[in-house]
């Protein structure tokens, strides 16, 4: 099947500090997602991106979908506490319908006070 | 209530038990999916129901048996588990097609399961 790489695998910070991670895939995508999960709890849609080039932000977050259609990045400025969860990546390729998504394996953000 | 409701949220079950997982999504949705999450582990499609027929099995075992009765309720039966089935199932749904594109999916909070 379809294999997201996505990184880092864990990130330990500051708060106060900017975060960035990203995904690539193996072939095209149509779609890029980002979903944080809290622990103990389902992911939750952060960021959806349907464009090649798109750059989108919601609050202190911004992604974007890779000019090659075959990664995307986030990146979360000034961290604050709250920020800590795993961040997952998810997209769908051409042939993908349904929302058929692949999840990237997550990234998880600790952020010290 | 909003959103997508799993309950439980916790189940501990031996291997000989019979159970079963509900999820109901308030948000009029026409597709809804069965995520199996272990850890270190991408997440693991199990099952798509799109206008309440299954459109996708990702071979998954029989002792999963999933049901859709209506467009908001999902149920995932379980019988005869085995130790390594012990997982976080979500519940996903999505509006087909979205706006833009494949639909994103909402996800409830998930079920937690020990198979014992």
């Known amino acids: 099947g379809q294999q997201l790489n996505q990184s880092p695998q864990s990130m330990f910070i500051q708060e106060g500090e900017d975060v960035s991670m990203n995904c690539t895939s193996s072939?095209?995508?149509?779609?890029w997602l980002w979903y944080k999960q809290d622990p103990g709890e389902g992911p939750v849609l952060l960021i959806a991106l349907y464009k090649a080039g798109e750059l989108t932000s919601n609050g202190r977050l911004t992604a974007q979908f890779g000019i090659t259609r075959k990664d995307s990045f986030l990146n979360i400025s000034a961290s604050i506490p709250s920020d800590v969860g795993i961040y997952f990546c998810?997209?769908?390729?051409?042939?993908?319908?349904?929302?058929?998504?692949?999840f990237g394996r997550g990234t998880q953000l600790t952020v010290w006070p | 209530e909003t959103g997508v409701t799993q309950t439980p949220r916790h189940l501990v079950m031996g291997m000989t038990n019979k159970k079963s997982l509900k999820c109901e999504q308030h948000?009029?949705?026409?597709?809804m999916y069965w995520y199996k999450q272990s850890a270190k582990k991408p997440l693991e499609l199990m099952f798509v129901y799109s206008l309440e027929e299954r459109v996708e099995n990702n071979s998954v075992p029989s002792r999963f048996s999933p049901e859709c009765p209506n467009s908001s309720h999902l149920f995932l039966h379980l019988h005869t588990l085995q130790p390594e089935d012990s997982a976080l199932y979500l519940c996903a749904s999505s509006q087909d097609p979205g706006p833009r594109g494949p639909g994103e999916l909402f996800f409830g909070e998930g079920s937690r399961l020990t198979v014992l």
């Open positions: 998810a997209g769908c390729d051409r042939g993908s319908t349904l929302g058929r998504l692949y």
């Open positions: 948000l009029g949705h026409n597709a």
């Open positions: 072939s095209i995508f149509n779609t």
